[in-house]
């Protein structure tokens, strides 16, 4: 930004963490403020939420973190499912609910996540999209705080947060469950960062694993229970998907000892290689669930599209499938799209990988090397609707179970139902609904199906009924499109090295730009990789619109240290477009913005 902009109004719906008051830009007139864009569902968002929580402490009596939440999913709409969120991710400041996206588009953001940086006198002074900004906001709230005490315009003290009351019960947003030899039940309890073994009814606790953030889990996920064979050459029986650490770790059931099997800690920030890495030094992104596939843990990559794999006995990992862009593309892996899979299950008669895909709503599998949709149709179309497999749609499914018929259960999360996928009449039916958020499904070796049902923090039987179709809406996501001119138009990628970097050239471009679209027909020149932000793009005017997939990196250095630490910025934005002879002929991203003046 070269012109000083006055930061537009917090006009929201509502807000939450505020003990019910709505606050405006001058009620926190003085402080540093951080307005997070973000959508519950998205995996870029969570990890952007934990980035932020060191520099609310650090900075505490001087900033002010602001969530604004700018759904993409219908059900992120629902203001309950949003204040479930709020507690499920822990997020200790306050949250307006930005449900018809207006300040969206009055901060002008495209990308979820968007960071906007208001100083304390009310001007918009940065704007940046993705993730890994915390060092960089780090450096731009010292020279902010340094810049308004000296001139008076700083106010310290306690910001609006109000915390909620302390909940209570059994379990608290439980994430994923598998049921452990001899019947017994093996739950994440996510929100209370901790695994919990249950009795066979699900309702009585035996014994916990963990408990406090961090220590030795946060917010886990996945469960697989090793192979007996392979267990007992590794020294353990579970692996866990410890998601906001960005590892695995490992527990043996007959001494209750957990341990450290994969994961540096810091999340992946690099290039798609397929080399296989030694485990502990390996960065992993939000693992979320788990499974035994291809002699191997396979591991669904939700924070960066991808599946990898983990050799318990080799201790290596590595890229099963996906090449980090996020959308929907089937073929040969590894080289496949996916956006955040969630879930996994096994169809061990017929050697199927079923892949619950949540941010296409698509349920996927791979067969033979190969990945197929069965059902879903993008990132930006979702639903509630029955019938053949073609035109059936879910929103946002985290789970998936296989049955012995060769059919599929799917936890439609968004949608708060059990759908079914058969494969032999290729169709979807529901088969329960008017569930809390169901996050996975588990068949017992008795043929028992239990769903864990999140947001009601409990595991429910299903009960044997009637198979429901669904003629229920089709939604598209509300995120405004943007218009572009038919023919030649330029794409810029803006980037600015944060305060105290510059870009780093020591092993070549330090900048990466990849451009692809769906459909493929859309764009008629441009595609690939280049080492420059700026790109010459042709765009269809046959094809009305479609998504443009934008995956921007640079790297750069600190410049005030003998050894200065190197960093990667990167970005995934999937652009919805809208072909218009009136429309500008450029679309400008912006990776990392700071006002010069």
Known sequence: MNSRVRAPELKGRGWLNTGGKDLTLADLRGKILILDFWTFCCINCLHVLDELRPLEEKYGDAIVVIGVHSPKFEHERDPKALAAAVERYGVHHPVVDDGDMHLWQQYAAKAWPTLAVVDPTGYLVASMAGEGHAEGLARLIDELVAKHEADGTLHRGDGPYVPPPAPDGLLRFPGKAIELPGGNLLVSDSARHSVVELTADGETPVRRFGGDRKRPFDEPQGLVLLPPAVAEVAGYDVVVADTVNHQLRAITLATGEISLVAGSGRPWRSTVDDHAHDALAADLSSPWDLAWFDDRVIVAMAGIHQLWWFDPIKRTVGVYAGTTVESLRDGPIPDVWMAQPSGLAVDRTRNRLWIADSETSALRFVEDGVMHTAAGQGLFDFGHVDGPAAS??????????????????????????????????????????????????????????????????????????????????????????????????????????????????????????????????????????????????????????????????????????????????RQDWGVPIVIDPDAPDRLPLILRGLDAS
Do not use: W
């Not at 809406?473 to 405004?480: A, G, V």
């Open 392 to 569: 059936a749609l879910f929103q946002h499914p985290l789970g998936v179970a296989s049955l012995a018929d060769g059919s599929v259960l799917v936890a439609d999360t968004y949608n708060g139902a059990v759908r079914r996928f058969d494969p032999a009449a290729n169709e979807v039916s529901t088969v329960d609904s008017g569930l809390a958020e169901p996050s996975d499904i588990l068949v017992t070796e008795g043929g028992d199906v239990i769903v864990v049902e999140s947001a009601a923090h409990r595991l429910t039987r299903l009960a044997p009924g009637v198979v429901k179709t669904v003629a229920g809406e089709r939604h598209r996501t509300e995120r405004p499109p943007s218009p572009l001119a038919p023919g030649e138009v330029t794409l810029d990628v803006i980037f600015t090295p944060a305060p105290g970097q510059k870009l780093d050239s020591q092993f070549g471009s330090p900048l990466r730009l990849t451009v692809s679209a769906s459909p493929a027909e859309l764009l008629v020149e441009g595609e690939g990789t280049t080492t420059e932000l700026s790109r010459r793009l042709v765009l269809n005017p046959d094809v009305p619109k479609g998504v443009l997939q934008v995956v921007a990196q640079a790297a750069t250095c600190d410049v005030d240290a003998e050894f200065g630490a190197c960093h990667l910025t």
